[in-house]
């Protein structure tokens, strides 16, 4: 008999390893009587209160297609999945059967081995659907070890009522952008940009914009340390000094979405996964009010990150059948095409964007070509690991602790001792 869905706090689920990830025989499931059946176990990385809602509502559809298959779906923090997934996966208990990965974490997880490789497995089908650029963060040694599910990348987050206010255009470089919110503060008393400091992704538009990068994958060379990489910092820190911007140390999601909701600051970088979260803001009851842009234009070039999530299977599943066909169903045309339309998220399906849900939608179709242009990361297994010291620096840098240069110079020094005989 199909049991409803179970939301679980983290915590819980845990606790509950032994019964949640199939280490006893009644998780167990697959084909034997011709039907899915057993337990599958979801931890899901979006945001709560928007992104959760409805990729709980369409998990609950598979549920409804096998009706002897319960999905036991967790929220899991963004910021504390990989290292979680990690810990249970290399303890041998408490790994969730799929996982929502972030597009750097793939090649991490499929390199340690706790992975399931999707080649020839009902996950993956039609593979020639999938974007290139989407596919490309699921591969690793020649293998597939994950399904893309989103795609994204970044903009410029306007009031449009502040910027006619203070009687703006919107910045197209970042000069512009400091010229802008010194208008924005004489005009109405608020800050032009709130820049995000706890989090390095929020980097990555700038490092690129001066024609930098973190590393040269390529070559085997890490190249944060070279000049553009110095330049972005000093422009970052420049941003923050000149009062164009304000920024954090800690808790930087809720204080940026919180003052953009509120009217406190008249742009924020950020991208297709928080469009949901913004609107529930008293500025933008009228949803006309919320004005997107490309990111601003570094000295060098207009670049912004591509991001995403994929979905994995663990590699110790005890239902494996059950979970390759929920991977199937969370990243088939069907399911893409209700979160572009519910959520504006960017599906990874060519065939998707064709789709009512996708032409209604004003911000997937804005950022469909941001996200062809986007600036891939480098997909080897330390990818993801790349972001601790870079945000250590980053931070330190915005908050006035270091100097663009020391800042650049210790995270090349951290690379290269991460990644062993690279130059």
Same mark, same amino acid.
């Given at each position: ?36 059946s057993g ?27 096998h ?7 967790? $929220? ?10 990690? $810990? ?8 969730p ?6 597009? @750097? ?11 399931a ?8 089908k ?7 650029? @989407? ?14 599910? *989103? ?9 449009k ?5 203070? &009687?703006? +255009? *919107? ?6 952008l =400091?010229?802008? %919110?010194?208008?924005?503060? %004489?005009?109405?008393? =608020? ?5 995000? &400091?706890?989090?390095?992704?929020? #980097?990555? %538009? ?26 972005? #910092? ?27 909701k ?8 950020n991208?297709?996964?928080?469009? @949901? ?6 500025? #933008?009851?009228?949803k006309? $009010?919320?004005?997107?842009s ?7 070039? /207009?670049?912004?990150? /591509?991001g995403?999530h ?23 045309v069907e399911?893409?095409?209700q979160?572009? &339309?519910?959520? $504006? ?10 789709? /009512? ?6 911000i ?6 941001? *996200? +062809? ?13 790349? #972001? ?12 006035? /602790?270091?100097?663009? =240069?020391?800042?650049?110079?210790a995270?090349?020094?951290s690379?290269?001792?991460?990644l062993?005989?690279?130059?």
């Amino acid at each position: 008999m199909r049991r409803g869905i179970t939301a679980t706090a983290l915590v819980a689920a845990l606790a509950l390893a032994a019964t949640a990830c199939g280490s006893d025989d009644e998780t167990g499931g697959g084909k034997s009587s011709g039907e899915l059946s057993g337990t599958v176990t979801w931890w899901d990385t979006s945001t709560v209160g928007s992104e959760d809602k409805v990729f709980k509502k369409i998990a609950e559809g598979f549920e409804k297609k096998h009706p002897e298959v319960d999905v036991k779906y967790v $929220n899991v923090p963004f910021g504390e999945a990989q290292n979680k997934f990690k $810990n249970a996966a290399q303890a041998g208990a408490g790994a969730p059967d799929v996982i929502r990965s972030e597009v @750097a974490w793939t090649p991490e997880f499929a390199d340690l081995g706790y992975l399931a490789p999707l080649d020839g497995t009902a996950a993956l089908k039609d593979q020639d659907d999938f974007l290139e650029q @989407a596919a490309a963060s699921t591969k690793y040694k020649d293998k597939t070890y994950a399904v893309p599910q *989103v795609i994204d990348s970044m903009g410029i987050f306007y009031n449009k009522k502040i910027f006619a206010e203070a &009687g703006v +255009e *919107v910045p197209q470089t970042v000069a512009e952008l =400091k010229t802008a %919110s010194k208008a924005i503060k %004489s005009k109405t008393g =608020k800050t032009g940009l709130y820049l995000r &400091g706890d989090d390095a992704y929020w #980097f990555l %538009s700038f490092l690129y914009g001066e024609g930098g990068d973190l590393v040269d994958a390529g070559t085997k060379s890490v190249t944060v340390d070279k000049p553009e990489g110095v330049k972005a #910092f000093e422009t970052v820190k420049d941003l923050v000094d000149s009062g164009a911007a304000k920024t954090d140390a800690t808790d930087g999601w809720e204080n940026m979405q919180s003052s953009f909701k509120d009217g406190k600051v008249a742009m924020m970088i950020n991208g297709p996964w928080a469009v @949901a979260d913004t609107l529930t803001g008293k500025e #933008f009851t009228d949803k006309a $009010n919320l004005g997107i842009s490309p990111v601003p234009a570094g000295s060098a070039a /207009q670049g912004a990150p /591509q991001g995403g999530h994929n979905l994995a299977v663990y590699a110790g599943s005890k239902n494996l059948d059950a979970s390759y066909a929920f991977v199937d169903y969370m990243t088939s045309v069907e399911s893409q095409a209700q979160t572009a &339309g519910e959520l $504006n998220l960017l599906p990874t399906r060519t065939s998707v964007y064709s789709k /009512q849900e996708a032409v209604d939608s004003e911000i997937v179709q804005f950022f469909k070509p941001v *996200v +062809e242009t986007a600036v891939e990361r480098p997909w080897i297994p330390e990818t993801g690991s790349l #972001f601790a010291p870079l945000v250590t620096e980053y931070t330190k840098v915005l908050t006035g /602790q270091t100097t663009p =240069k020391k800042a650049a110079t210790a995270t090349g020094d951290s690379y290269r001792k991460l990644l062993k005989g690279w130059k």
